[in-house]
């Protein structure tokens, strides 16, 4: 797969970061945008993804000590590992505009 220009990059975390705090459903867990991270997985711009919900899961401290619950954080990269397209996840969770206005970036 092709690496993203700087430009490219820079300009899909424009239009992301705006998004932060979005939610919606993914494959039955509800999620909740983030943050934008302009050095995700495999070095490339990446999303957190948050799960939603009541489970949370026990944080231990250094010492193995049960200390606070939290919910649990996702990192992926923006682009599918398979095709030069948006990750599935976030085709599922931006909106349709979004998704239109990012893929003609990666167009270019």
Not at 19 to 30: N, R, T
Not at 39 to 61: D, F, H, T, Y
């Amino acid at each position: 797969m092709d690496m993203l220009t700087t430009e490219q990059s820079t300009r899909m975390i424009d239009i992301l970061a705006p998004l932060i705090g979005i939610q919606g459903e993914v494959d039955g867990c509800v999620v909740e945008l983030v943050e934008v991270l302009d050095e995700g997985p495999r070095g490339l711009p990446g999303v957190a993804l948050m799960k939603m919900g009541a489970e949370r899961s026990i944080q231990a401290n250094q010492y193995g000590n049960p200390l606070c619950r939290h919910s649990e954080i996702r990192t992926l990269p923006m682009l599918s590992e398979v095709d030069r397209d948006l990750h599935p996840v976030l085709r599922q969770l931006l909106p349709e505009d979004v998704v239109a206005e990012l893929r003609a970036l990666l167009e270019d």
